[in-house]
Nanobody
Framework: QLQLVESGGGLVQPGGSPRLSCAAS????????IGWFRQAPGKGREGREG???????????YYADSVKGRFAIVRDNAKNTIYLQMNNLKPDDTAVYFC??????????WGRGTQVTVSS
């Protein structure tokens, strides 16, 4: 059973650059496509594909228009962790951030999320 735990959230000033982590246990993350999703207060989850994802071969990375050019997803198989480097944060980036793991023939796995609040 794969388990995911997000961390790295908190109160961030506009323009800040925190890094979120999605640490896995139970199975190697290298076999999964990993996505980052977020849900802002009072809103549904943003986008069907989330805000960013990375495939098992790391060749194709996806970024939603709302974060393109500011966020970067990085896979570290040695640490069994996926990172989301966030730069130049805006108040609209305030949300609970979740990571998701997907592989053919398996159910989706989700972490419990980490809150990011962008405010001065």
């Amino acid at each position: 059973q794969l388990q995911l735990v997000e961390s790295g959230g908190g109160l961030v000033q506009p323009g800040g650059s925190p890094r979120l982590s999605c640490a896995a246990s139970g199975r190697p993350l290298e076999h999964y496509t990993i996505g980052w999703f977020r849900q802002a207060p009072g809103k549904g989850r943003e986008g069907r594909e989330g805000i960013s994802c990375i495939t098992t071969d790391d060749v194709r990375g996806y970024y939603a228009d709302s974060v393109k050019g500011r966020f970067a997803i990085v896979r570290d198989n040695a640490k069994n962790t996926i990172y989301l480097q966030m730069n130049n944060l805006k108040p609209d980036d305030t949300a609970v951030y979740f990571c998701n793991a997907a592989a053919t023939g398996q159910p989706y796995y989700w972490g419990r999320g980490t809150q990011v609040t962008v405010s001065s």
